[in-house]
C-alpha cells in the first residue's frame, strides 16, 4: 500500500484517481478548496504553504505519490486565478512535497497538464517566461491585452510552462530517485469542461471540435494512466509527457513529437 496525495480530489479528474487509488489498496490524502481531507486554496501563496504543511503533517514527512489536478480552465474570472492555481499553485506543491517523496518508497509524481500545452511551442508562450519567473504584474499585463482570448492564453500558457517546469526537474528529480511526470488530457467531461462548453466565447468551438477516437474521455480513462504513471509498471518513464487525447496530439501535429 502506498500513500498518496492528490490536489483537486473533490471533483473531475482528481476525484476519478483518488477513487481507483483507494479501491486498488492506497492511502489517499485529497487536497481541495473543500469537501475533502485537506482545505486550502492553492491560488493563494499563503494557502500552498498550509496544503504542503497539513500534508507533511498527515504523512509524516514521508510520501510515496503526488497527483496534482487542481486547476481552473479557461472560462475562470479574474484570468489571474487561473495562473495562480494551474501554474504558481501546482509548482510550489511540487516543490513543497519533494523532499518527503525522496523518504518515500519507489516515489512518483504526475502532474495533470493539458494537450493545450502543445497549442504554443514554449518559444512563442507571451506568459512562459515571467510563469518561470514569478513575474506576477507582466503576466497581468499581457492578459490584459489580450482582450477576450485572455482566459484561453491564461489556460494553455499556464499549461505550456508547467510541462516546461515539470522536464526542466526530470534531471533532479531523477537523481533524487523520485519519477515525475505529465499527462496531457483531451476534453475530459467533468465539471471543468461544462463551464467551457455553456460559454458564448468558447462553447462552439468546443462542442464542433472532435478527437479522432470520436467522443471526449471520462474521468476514470484519465485516472486510470495516472495510476499506471505512480506504478511500477511505468519504474523506467521519467521525465515524460503521456498524451490522453484520444488523438489530438496526432491530429494537429503528425510530424512533431
Ligand atoms: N476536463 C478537461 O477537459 C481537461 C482537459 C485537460 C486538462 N484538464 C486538467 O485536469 C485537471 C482537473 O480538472 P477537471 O477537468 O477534473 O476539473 P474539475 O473542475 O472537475 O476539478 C478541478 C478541481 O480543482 C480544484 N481547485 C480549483 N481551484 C482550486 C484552488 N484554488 N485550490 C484548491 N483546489 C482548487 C476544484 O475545487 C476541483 O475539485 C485540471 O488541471 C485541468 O486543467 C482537464
Known sequence: MSLIAI????????????AMLRAGGHAVIGIDIGGTDI????????????????????????????????????????HMSIVAVNYFGAVAMLDGLRGAL?????????VVSSVSSVQMTWEANPIGRALEAGDEARIAEVLAAAG?????????GTKNALTVAVRR???????????????????????????????PVYGKAIRDFVAP?????????????IAFLLGQGASYVHGTQVYVDGGVDALARPAIF
Open 169 to 199: 526537474r526530470a534531471v533532479e528529480w531523477g537523481k533524487a530517485g523520485v519519477r515525475l511526470n505529465t499527462v496531457a488530457p483531451g476534453a475530459v467531461e467533468t465539471p471543468l469542461l461544462q463551464a467551457g462548453l455553456a460559454d
Open 148 to 156: 477576450e482570448r485572455a482566459g484561453q492564453m491564461a489556460y494553455a
Open 39 to 78: 482545505t486550502a486554496d492553492l491560488s493563494q501563496a499563503d494557502g500552498r504553504v498550509q496544503a504542503v504543511a497539513a500534508v507533511l503533517d498527515r504523512c509524516a514527512g514521508k510520501l510515496d505519490g503526488l497527483v496534482l489536478c487542481a486547476g481552473l480552465g479557461p472560462t475562470a474570472k479574474p
Open 213 to 225: 477516437i470520436g467522443r471526449r474521455a471520462r474521468p476514470d480513462e484519465i485516472a486510470s494512466v
Open 7 to 18: 490536489t483537486g480530489a473533490k471533483s473531475g479528474i482528481g476525484a476519478a484517481t483518488a
Open 102 to 110: 525522496e523518504r518515500g518508497s519507489a516515489p512518483a509524481a504526475v
